[in-house]
């Protein structure tokens, strides 16, 4: 079992950044393919990023790459999505979510724990 809490989101200017952290609990974090998901308004839960257990693979959507860094710190229990170079397309509550015994996952529906998400809003 693995419980998740985001936080960081908030309101920013275009081209500015943001810092979104998930706090985990339980004894599978450490071995668990983490993921970054987002949902803008009326449209479809998407992809952002993920990260491998070990943190050695890391994967992104195109509209991340380049922008959006993920990392995690299994010391600690939590995985961080570091956002620069905002966009207003970038607006939507984003979710942290947690496949233990994967490798590396970027299909949602793979992933086993979702946090409640946080809402991140990018003005123009």
């Known amino acids: 079992q693995v419980h998740l809490v985001e936080s960081g989101g908030g309101l920013v200017q275009a081209g500015g950044s943001l810092r979104l952290s998930c706090a985990a609990s339980g004894r599978t974090f450490s071995d668990s393919a983490l993921g970054w998901f987002r949902q803008a308004r009326g449209k479809e839960r998407e992809f952002v990023a993920a990260?491998?257990?070990?943190?050695?693979?890391?994967a992104y959507a195109d509209s991340a790459k380049g922008r959006f860094t993920i990392s995690r710190d299994n010391s600690k229990n939590t995985l961080y999505l570091q956002m620069n170079s905002l966009k207003p397309e970038d607006t939507a509550v984003y979710y942290c979510?947690?496949?233990?015994?994967?490798?590396?996952?970027?299909?949602?529906?793979?992933?086993?724990?979702w946090g409640q998400g946080t809402q991140v809003t990018v003005s123009s």
């Open positions: 990260i491998s257990w070990t943190g050695g693979k890391t």
């Open positions: 979510a947690a496949a233990p015994h994967a490798s590396i996952v970027v299909v949602s529906s793979w992933y086993d724990y």
